[in-house]
């Protein structure tokens, strides 16, 4: 809703009531049409302001009714209603003006902001425009170029930059409504035209079309098969070369395309699961609501290879400080030199407001006796980390929480060598850990509610989206990786080239695909991991089965003939030289496929795109719904989180186990038997029951999962 109060000096004051971010729900609209007209309609008001409750202005549309039918007045009226007022009307910005919101204050005649809220137009991450007008009274305000930039990223800007493009009129330290209420009243009775920006021309550089022609081929390489950024330069060419309302047409047009795609659905979903993970529960009924995790001030992290140097300046980034560990001299040498240039980019790159904690390098590990928290970064070994983490627990006191950064390994295992096993949880970081959005936090049976709060406090604090997850092996992330690694490797020794998988996963949307990747992260990484698995290594029959199952050597082979990706310039692909970046097919590649497939027998075929895409993703997917069963992973959207924010799942398809709802449950078990059917010896290719059960319970959107996933579960953890 909308409050209506008369201050004194003739000013009406409304003020946005829906908590907590006064989106604009069907009554908020209705209550600023009702208040508006009052406004016009009290011969004793010459001025209006309109402000958020609770120092926010306003956060947008309610993305909660785009589910719904539309009810309530529409936006659209709306702020072309406050643009005609003829007395003044003044937006008092604080907290936020995003989306809808900053179309409001676009609509009244002046702005006023506080120097700390945030504004910008970010439709486009939800699969949408800025269809009240937002894009076409934008452009005509700061100009088309800049508009562009806005509008296609969705970024949010802060006051002084507002002030700057012109979005502002004013900004301010102290109470913005008041500066406002001061600022309406000075200008009561001055003429309005020049303040209706639906009325203005749209200032563009001479040259509009190749401006547009750029940002269009910039758009559409940037967003992998997004369709909203494309629509967004649509309607901003809209703009810039028709009239007005034949540019509102075009917003409309637009809008109602992107309402109903598919996109706008999964980007939504996304939103809403980057929040729903932060609310994590344990099965003894603790959660995010009950309890409390320390503040931690001092941290220390062991071993400063690749991860831990990244989760050493991801911690002092948050202001605190850091002993960063590492016994071998020559590693802690490079890392002391690397890591405060590696800070001083990133902190530069943040404008923080907060200066980074201290960091001392040290090659004792008894230098950590003194912190609150400890993070084992060592190689992805068990012997090697139930060493340490025996080390740290005669060197920390008992109430140290101690963490490992391990991609898959048992933390429960670990907990067992310390001396308080509820005060250890994994925090499993990705490369490059500062900048790496996503981090899981590994609940073993024995983590304490306080060492889960505590963790999960901490990855927010270094502005991850930290997704709380069971102890199994490979946790989510990387568990459902696997059936979908050995399906890319398994194309290949059917036919296909790593060209082909890549090809049709980039087509799909993801960043890079599988050998791609797997050159930029080193093939030593997996194979050591396979080593560590007893999969690989000498002693072990280079088969193509391994326990009974299907098995692919091809990795472990291209490894142990030294090619270990782009840093030795030759893996999967060739390149220009060690550290090469672009990737050329490799004629040799090719041979070593055609001698493996001779060797074993194996018969080359032609592999359709489609064919590449269902065996690795629903392979991955299926491990999905394995992991709801087994309650490893909350819900779905943990998951997809997981996936989005670590993995290079396009964001626009909402994340694998979204996915399949979209491409119908129904679908993915009728394939995934299909391809278990030609291929018995693959485990990971057999439904899962939950798969099952859900069809079988007439396939219920993600959001009714849960009702269906067993509720005696074997090992349930979360
Ligand atoms: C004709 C179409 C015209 C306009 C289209 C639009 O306006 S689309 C909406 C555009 N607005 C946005 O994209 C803003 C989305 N919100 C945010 O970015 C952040 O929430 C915000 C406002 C920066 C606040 O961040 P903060 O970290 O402080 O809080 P949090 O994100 O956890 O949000 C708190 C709860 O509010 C819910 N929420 C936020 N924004 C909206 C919204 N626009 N509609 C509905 N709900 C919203 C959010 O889900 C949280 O809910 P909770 O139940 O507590 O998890």
Redesign the pocket.
Known sequence: MATYSRLPGSVALITLQNP??N??SAAVRQGIVDTVQRALKDPKVTSVVICGQNGRFC??????EFAGPMLGPP??PMIHAIEAVDKPVVAAIEG?A????L?LALGCHYRIAHSKA?LGL??V??G?L???GGTQRLPRLIGLTAALDLITTGRHISAAEALKLGILDQVTDSNAVDLAVDFVRSVAGQPLDSRRLSTLACPCPPDVDSLLDKVMAQVRQRSRGALAPVACVQALRAAATLPYTQGMEKERDL?ATLFNSGQARALQYA??SQ?VVGKWSLPSGANWNNSTGRTISKAAVIGLGTMGRGIVVALALTGMSVVAVETQEKQLAEASQAVPAMLQREAGRRSLATPPGVITFSSNLQDVSEVELVIEAVFENMALKLQVFRHLASVCGPGTLLCSNTSGLDMDQLAAVTKSPALVVGMHFFAPAHVMKLLEVVCGPRSSPEAVATAMQLGKRMGKVSVAVGNCPGFVGNRMLKPYLEQANFLLEEGATPQQVDEALEEFGFPMGVFRMSDLSGLDVGWRIRKEAGLTGPGVEPSRTRQGRRYSPLPDQVCEAGRLGQKTGRGWYQYDGPGGRVARSDPWVHIFLEAYRAQHGLVARSIAPEEILERCLYALINEGFNILQEAMAAGPEHIDAIYVFGYGWPRHRGGPMFHAGQVGLGRVLERLEHHHHNHPDVPHLEPSTLLRRLVAGGSPPVQKWREFINKDRVHSQL
């Open positions: 907590p971010v989106a604009l956060g947008g549309a309610d993305i909660r936006l659209v936020v995003l989306g809808g919101g179309e945030l970010p439709e991450t939800l949408l800025p269809a009240a809008m939103f809403f929040r």
